[in-house]
RNA sequence: GGCGGCGUAGCCAAGCGGUUAAGGCGACGGUCUGCAAAAUCGUUAUUCCGGGGUUCGAAUCCCCGCGCCGCCUCCA
């Protein structure tokens, strides 16, 4: 195995991943605000960082996940002013709502799933370090960060506070000291949740909740964190300068960042309403199409969302669903292959570990999921050869490299990119049923038709088995024969 | 304005100085098939936004343009 590569968003290049304390490896990603349904924008952190997760347990890493829900903030609060219900209730639906969409996706459950509102003492040991050490200051009730007591601000987004300032769109607010002083703490507002505190009631600022939750969890120097390209600045500005600040440490060693997901190369965002929800999504497409449409980009590079693009994949796993489902369905039925055949077969062999290898080094190389699943489709091409090869009458031989096959399939796809992990035959039938449904077709009549088709056929009624094929077309019903029968599909 | 990124076939996309520029979707032709479909074989980028430069050699490095996007405010 090649060494393991990735971009630090901290110094701008992609350097070898050194863990603290292997095998043991710490990791944070930032989590979602729970005030909405979650898009696909949310989906790609997730399943991106899903998938990193995968890889380094799978090269034998102990990983420590986190991934935190922020269930207190003004969005929240606003949100649940508006439906006249407890911040915490808001929050929990939408919580609830985002669990539900990552078990769809097959996103794996981070070791712990921290909630800000949980970790109140721990926020408030964390700010009274920073007060302590001069590095916060308090202002009726309201704790701010002073940016400029801390000299590397900036770093992680290479900017400087000169620089900021000059085209501050920061709003001034008269309590702070400088304007990208950020808030801690926040004294109660009239009606707005809030805990004791030694400055008073009041509530975390966002940027603390993520520091404070991670070093509890992982420590104060942690592996790796994540989290969308959005972040950098200020959110992850922020971060480092509390948690270096209050720890005199270095606070992450890897800086991962997603980028965003676009539709018609504009970011996808709540504010410009041109999302599509992760639950739209798997009521259009199979879960998987989903995965491989999210990961079918270098996860740093922006991903432009359209439907056909998606379907396109969506096509691409059905097509390999298909091999898949053909080659379960081989039975041996002699014992030694042909002899011309044993070369083929054990050239087979050796590509396919050949592309095991590759598609290691490619995840091994900054994540790169669009080169991995180039060498997880060539493992198809190799299958359907294998099968052509098999014809009618395959052998033991043939069986064990079709087998080496589908175990490739099921350790690449299935449990590193979290696709083709189905059993083949539920896929298609799935997809059956799902396509049945939306153009209201039955079942047993198109069974029925076909049916009658084989019957035909057998009789060698040609012209009354192409005018059966032609009604079931016209339905959107494509054929096709088989040695082992007629397999169809709804289009 | 500052910082960062992107521009590869009809569409999506890999490629990080050196074999025939991965892979997917699509299109066209051959094989297979009763005919289809699928599969398979071949064709579909003599060339990587444009122009210079470095180099024996560049899609890959440098410079100058053009176009697009993100961040600088809450945001995955």
Redesign the pocket.
């Known amino acids: 195995m090649k060494e393991i590569r990735f971009y630090n968003t901290l110094v701008?290049q992609?350097v070898p991943f050194v863990p603290l304390a292997p095998p043991k490896v710490t990791m944070y990603?930032?989590?979602?605000?729970a005030y909405d349904e979650?898009?696909?924008?949310?989906a790609?952190?997730?399943v991106v960082f899903d998938v990193l997760y995968r890889f380094l347990r799978f090269v034998g890493y102990e990983v420590v996940y986190v991934r935190n829900y922020?269930d207190i903030?003004?969005?929240i609060i606003r949100r649940a002013q508006e439906e006249g219900v407890t911040t915490q209730e808001l929050a929990e639906r939408y919580i609830r709502s985002y669990d539900e969409d990552m078990k769809a996706l097959k996103v794996l459950r981070p070791t712990y799933e921290p909630r800000a509102t949980e970790h109140i003492p721990q926020i408030i040991a964390l700010i009274e370090r920073l007060i302590q050490k001069g590095y916060a200051y308090v202002v009726e009730g309201d704790v701010y960060f002073s940016v400029e007591k801390f000299p590397e601000y900036g770093k992680l987004?290479?900017?400087?506070l000169e620089?900021?300032k000059?085209?501050?769109?920061?709003?001034v607010s008269d309590k702070k000291r400088h304007?990208?002083d950020?808030a801690l703490w926040k004294a109660e507002k009239p009606g707005e949740p809030s805990w004791e505190s030694p400055w008073g009631r009041g509530r975390p600022g966002?940027?603390i909740e993520c520091s404070a939750m991670a070093m509890h969890y992982l420590g104060e120097t942690i592996d790796l964190h994540?989290?969308?390209?959005?972040?950098?600045?200020?959110?992850h500005e922020n971060e480092i300068a509390q948690s270096e600040a209050a720890t005199g440490k270095p606070f992450v060693r890897y800086w991962l960042?997603?980028?965003?997901?676009?539709v018609g190369?504009?970011?996808?965002?709540?504010?410009l309403g041109n999302?599509v929800t992760v639950k739209q999504m798997l009521a259009r497409h199979h879960p998987e199409a989903l995965r491989l449409?999210l990961l079918?980009?270098?996860y740093?590079?922006?991903?432009?969302y359209?439907e056909?693009?998606v379907?396109?994949?969506e096509?691409?796993l059905?097509?390999?669903y298909?091999?898949l489902y053909?080659l379960k369905r081989l039975e041996p039925e002699t014992d030694a292959p042909a002899p011309q055949h044993e070369k083929p077969l054990a050239e087979a062999s050796k590509t396919l570990a050949h592309l095991e290898t590759r598609f290691c080094e490619?995840l091994a190389?900054?994540l790169?999921t669009?080169?991995a699943?180039?060498?997880?489709?060539?493992v198809?091409?190799v299958l359907?050869?294998l099968?052509?090869l098999c014809g009618r009458r395959p052998s033991a031989k043939h069986l064990e490299v079709a087998h080496q096959g589908i175990e490739l399939v099921q350790k690449l796809g299935g449990k590193l990119l979290g696709i083709l992990e189905e059993d083949p035959e539920i896929f298609i039938e799935k997809r059956r049923n799902r396509a049945l449904e939306e153009k209201g077709l039955s079942r047993e009549k198109i069974e029925a038709l076909i049916k009658e088709?084989e019957e035909a056929?057998r009789a060698k009624d040609?012209?009354r088995?192409?005018a059966i094929?032609d009604e079931l077309g016209k339905m959107g019903v494509?054929?096709?024969?088989?040695p082992w029968g007629?397999?169809w599909?709804v289009l």
Do not use: Q
């Not at 979650?38 to 949310?42: E, F, I, R, V």
């Not at 987004?157 to 400087?160: D, E, F, K």
């Not at 699943?373 to 060539?378: H, M, P, V, W």
């Not at 494509?478 to 088989?482: E, G, K, N």
């Open positions: 701008r992609k990603v930032c989590g979602i605000t979650s898009h696909l924008g949310h790609r952190a997730a922020t903030d003004d969005k987004s290479g900017r400087s620089e900021m000059a085209g501050a769109r920061v709003s304007p990208l950020f966002w940027h994540g989290g969308g390209l959005d972040l950098i600045f200020p959110h960042h997603n980028g965003m997901v676009t190369r504009e970011k996808m965002s709540k504010s999302f449409f079918s980009m270098h740093r590079s922006p991903l432009d359209s056909k693009v379907s396109d994949h096509k691409a059905e097509g390999f298909e091999t053909l490619a190389d900054d790169n669009a080169k699943i180039g060498e997880l489709f060539s198809e091409k359907n050869h099968l052509k088709r056929r040609y012209a088995a192409d094929r494509l054929l096709r024969d088989t007629t397999f599909k």
